[in-house]
């Protein structure tokens, strides 16, 4: 069982809920004993539940659930704050912030502090006709472009512009100019991307505002599933 089939299945959910068939949850439980994210989605989890029943214990009206008189025909935008409502809405709303501080917040800032080791192509706007370097990103998966720019005294600043396959325009950088270095490293963000060969296109901005392509050359993209 890999971690994406855990991720569309929703099987930390189930295995919390216990809906999980004897099989299903062996395999599971092998899973997040092998991977740091699921383990910590379970801790989180359960911690949740068992500070969920502490404060059901604590308050036991805030389990139960009135069943409002009929409405009338016109009840108005005003109609979800009738009790049934109104807890439903607090119940859920305690489920997803509880959630959000357990384990959306701490694995964001994991993801943050920890040091990565991106997929990287060095693309050279002074060269033409040769082989686009090929760069293997996992799905969603962000790279780095380290971009050569000839230097152009007449260009205080450039524009990078990236083209997809189908020629469609993703983005574009404005990178100033220096005079001290030609190399810039760009980071491309992560985004639901396909495989196929992207172009990256600059142009020089003189300071009069006219605009002049120095190069253009191509990386190709491989998603690694």
């Known amino acids: 069982m890999d971690h994406d089939e855990v991720v569309r299945q929703k099987m930390t959910e189930r295995y919390l ?3 999980l068939d004897p099989d299903k949850r062996e395999e599971f439980e092998e899973h997040f004993f092998d991977c740091p994210d699921c383990a910590l989605d379970v ?3 359960a911690m949740f539940v068992e500070q969920s029943k502490i404060v059901f214990a604590e308050n036991p009206e805030a389990r139960v659930v009135q069943v409002p008189a009929p409405a009338p025909a016109k009840a108005g935008w005003f109609a979800w704050l ?19 501080n357990l ?18 192509a060095s693309l050279n706007m002074s060269t033409r006709g040769t082989n686009a370097p090929v ?3 996992p799905p969603g998966g962000s790279f780095l472009l380290f971009v050569n720019i ?10 990078a512009d990236l083209y997809n396959p189908a020629g469609k325009l993703e983005w574009s950088l404005t990178i100033p100019a220096n005079s001290a270095n030609d190399m810039w490293p760009v980071r491309v963000p992560g985004t639901n991307r396909g495989s196929g060969t992207y172009t990256l296109a600059v142009r020089g901005t003189t300071a009069t505002g006219e605009s002049q392509e120095v190069g253009r050359t191509s990386v190709e993209l491989q998603i690694q599933m």
């Open 17 to 19: 809920l216990d809906e």
């Open 43 to 45: 801790r989180a989890g």
């Open 82 to 100: 009738r009790p049934a409502f109104a807890v439903s809405a607090l119940a859920l709303l305690l489920a997803l912030l509880g959630y959000q």
């Open 103 to 120: 384990v959306t917040y701490p694995r964001l800032e994991q993801a943050v502090n920890r040091p990565q080791v991106l997929p990287w």
């Open 135 to 137: 760069i293997a990103v």
């Open 150 to 159: 000839p230097p152009d005294s007449r260009y205080p600043r450039y524009t």
